[in-house]
Nanobody, 124 residues
Framework: QVQLVESGGGLVQPGGSLRLSCAASGSIFSIYAMGWYRQAPGKQRELVAV??????????NYADSVKDRFTISRDNAKNTVNLHMNSLKPEDTAVYYC???????????????WGQGTQVTVSS
């Protein structure tokens, strides 16, 4: 069984910073990618940032709305991914979900896993 456990989030004023962390644990054979998505009320879930591994090791992709403000980083040895969020805006308010595309032990097919979500609220 695989679990993604998130930490961080909370309430921050506009212009402030937060860090989200996510740890993947369980019967993991390999991880293809880890990242963060978010979902604001009444909106669809959207990609925030993702970091690849394997042959594309270290490459990242960001939503245009967070480029130059957010930074994603990954510790391959610990199966963790962090999202450093700077210059936060009210429109960044959402539930943030950790995501991993990984192959569990005993399987040959990568699967999509999600964390439980953590609330980020940007408000004065």
């Amino acid at each position: 069984q695989v679990q993604l456990v998130e930490s961080g989030g909370g309430l921050v004023q506009p212009g402030g910073s937060l860090r989200l962390s996510c740890a993947a644990s369980g019967s993991i054979f390999s991880i293809y990618a880890m990242g963060w998505y978010r979902q604001a009320p009444g909106k669809q879930r959207e990609l925030v940032a993702v970091v690849m591994s394997g042959t594309s090791g270290g490459s990242t992709n960001y939503a245009d709305s967070v480029k130059d403000r957010f930074t994603i980083s990954r510790d391959n040895a610990k199966n963790t991914v962090n999202l450093h969020m700077n210059s936060l805006k009210p429109e960044d308010t959402a539930v943030y979900y950790c995501n991993a595309i990984l192959t569990p032990i005993g399987s040959s097919v990568p699967r999509n896993y999600w964390g439980q979500g953590t609330q980020v609220t940007v408000s004065s």
